[in-house]
């Protein structure tokens, strides 16, 4: 397998890491929540700067920890779609010019085909078919993972992501950002049947509802207008109780969607990535289901949840060790459907 250096700027953090196939020599996560946790939510033009003050300090610190010089790395990748233009384009800019000053060959990843492969750094054994659910801030998708760039779209969210949603319930209950840590941490202290939530469902013209897909707006404005009533009633926000409930719901939810897909496509393992892989009513509500209907259910560990680079070098080291290679003309977007991830790369063999 060939050694990556990877580099991850899609949204707001600076990451670096160095990888090969499933190993990981170093890994380098420098966060800007302290930067945009005054605003509420990631500025991208902030975004932007952050990453141009920092992409260089973490490409040393990520050879340094791995011990490893230029003639001991085989490829070049970095994060181009999908995620914010201006922040995508410090983290491709970086990678391309290291490929062209060392000569290597350049990989631009999906940065969703990256949280896939999250689950492969701490799993040797998992290999496709199986289905991932992918759960973060700007996406919920349960995905059939056949191979190496091969996807397939099963399930997604109508409107807000799970993350999402957990950032905008936590701005209702003036908790800060990010919203998923504190809602989590509160949750551990509330009672998660203290009010009853709305499970969101999407029609389907036909009648019924789509098995798969999610809906959390209304979810959130269910909570909006529990706290609008428990104001009115001059009553004191139970906010641990309130955080537990929404959080039960929403694990709740999201586990249903996915063991009734994996069941429905005879897939009997659920990787799980993306940030709210982290929730851990998620961890514990899901495991009890795959348990009960004898499917195994993977997460990553906890550091590879968030956005990282060493995720999106194991998915470069396989994409390089078969002949993929991206030419240095790729550009980034903002959206881009992971089952066109391969339109990224073109193939040596």
Not at 166 to 186: Q, S
Request: hydrophobic fraction near 40%.
């Amino acid at each position: 397998m060939a050694t990556v250096l990877a580099i991850e700027t899609s949204c707001d953090e600076t990451a670096v890491a160095i990888v090969n196939n499933r190993q990981v020599y170093s890994s380098i996560v420098a966060s800007q929540i302290p930067v945009h946790c005054q605003y509420g939510g990631v500025v991208p033009e902030v975004a932007s700067r952050q990453h141009l003050e920092t992409i260089n300090q973490a490409i040393t610190q990520a050879l340094h920890q791995a011990q490893l010089d230029w003639d001991q790395i085989d490829g070049i990748a970095a994060t181009c779609a999908p995620g914010l233009v201006g922040a995508l384009l410090v983290g491709l800019t970086a990678a391309k010019t290291l490929a062209m000053l060392h000569n290597k060959p350049f990989l631009g990843v999906h940065h969703l085909e990256g949280h896939i492969y999250a689950t492969y750094l701490s799993e040797p054994s998992l290999n496709p078919p199986f289905l991932s659910l992918l759960v973060s801030g700007g996406h919920t998708s349960l995905i059939y993972v056949k191979d190496c760039g091969s996807y397939e779209t099963l399930g997604e969210t109508r409107d807000d992501a799970a993350g999402e949603a957990f950032d905008k319930v936590a701005r209702l209950l003036k908790l800060g950002y990010p919203g998923g840590p504190v809602i989590d941490k509160l949750a551990q202290t509330g009672n998660p049947r203290a009010f009853t939530l709305p499970e969101g469902k999407v029609s389907l013209p036909s009648g019924g509802y789509h098995p798969y897909d999610n809906s959390f707006s209304g979810l959130k404005t269910a909570v909006l207008r529990l706290v609008q009533q428990l104001e009115k009633e001059q009553e004191p926000l139970p906010v641990a109780d309130l955080a537990a409930s929404f959080q039960e719901t929403v694990a709740r939810s999201l586990t249903k969607r996915a063991i009734a897909c994996a069941l429905d496509y005879s897939l009997g393992t659920i990787a799980v990535g993306g940030g709210v892989a982290a929730n851990t009513s998620l961890r514990k509500i899901l495991q009890a289901s795959a348990t009960e209907h004898n499917l195994r259910v993977l997460f990553p560990p906890m550091k590879y949840c968030t956005d990282n680079a060493a995720m999106i070098g194991c998915a470069a080291s396989h994409h390089l060790s078969l002949g993929h290679t991206s030419p240095l003309t790729l550009g980034v977007e903002s959206r881009l459907p992971l089952t066109q991830v391969m339109k990224l790369y073109y193939s040596k063999f």
